[in-house]
């Protein structure tokens, strides 16, 4: 979904940065495998097993966040394919 204020770009660039300066650091590696969802603008974030969760809980926080998702511990938050 388009923000008004960030194209796509800059939210991961933007999320990318924060997570790794100010949230990577504070994880356990009982984190791992959670979703993060980042407030880009104010530095907000969520963490839960359940990536519904923790949007809804962002959103309802922060309504107009610019909101960058990754799962800890892994390059992506979502794997798309057919594979085994």
Known sequence: MAHPRYSSAEIAERGQALYEREIQGLLTAGDRGKVVVLDVETGAYELDTDDLA??????????????????????AAYRLGLGT
């Open 54 to 75: 923790a949007v809804r809980r962002a959103r309802a926080k922060h309504p107009e966040g610019a909101f960058y998702i990754l799962r800890v511990g892994q390059s």
